[in-house]
């Protein structure tokens, strides 16, 4: 049996990624987060897809920029979190054919839905899509900014407590899930979990791989949701090796040193060291 929603990485901008949804049988093709128009419009020309739904994760210009050039080049219909609508964030949201999108809703594409899992953070009004498995197949999660393959985005809306919580909503996804990510930040991010001494031979495999993908100039995306929760620092922080790691490396503020933190705290301290990385 074929896969109801075929997916397909549209490369944008520096290491941006638009991920395309077609499902065969009512035709419908999905994009969610056009950085650009283009690289868009000529992957729907060349698969002979008609793009139905514009969705984004989030607001920022790397994921929305494509939004005006792709309304006014199709009928598709533009779909965004409640709360970046309100706020008049979204390019397009005065088109008249922008739908607002809530925690546990699900958006239709043709037959199969995609829930919608409200993931503050990174920005506060940031979603993530996610198809349940079916029969054979695997789920699939689009995360944008929340969660990258070894990482996880920035704080510039939310708090840590927030975005941990969000993360923990995604690590909870059945194992098997396939991981889509808004950016090709695989590597970049391994260098950090090595600073951070969380090396070991799981590790080294899934680099190889990688980087294997890389030298060709393929995705490392999508990844399976596993390795994630084995090896992201990011979903790990209640687990004691990482946080002794965040120990060892944070500026220990006199006292401190001993104080047992919570798994929202070593989180936070985490997504600073890597700020700082
Ligand atoms: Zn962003
Ligand atoms: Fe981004």
New binding site residues.
Partial sequence: MTSDIIVKAVPCLQD?YAWLLHESHSGQTAVIDPGQAEPILAALHSQGWTLSHIINTHH?G??VGGNLALLAATNAQLYASAYDLQHQRIPGSDSGRAHPLHDGQPLLLGTQPLTTIAVPGHTLGHIALYHAPQDTEPGLLFSG?TLFSLGCGRLFEGTAPQLWQSLKRLRALPANTLMYA??EYTLKNSSFVRYLGLNSPELEEYLTKCQQKRSKNHPTLPNLMAIEQNLNPFLRADCPKVAAAVMNHRDVEPGLANQALSPQEIFGYLRRLRDNF
Avoid: I
């Fill in positions: 941006n920022h790397d994921h900014d808004g950016h």
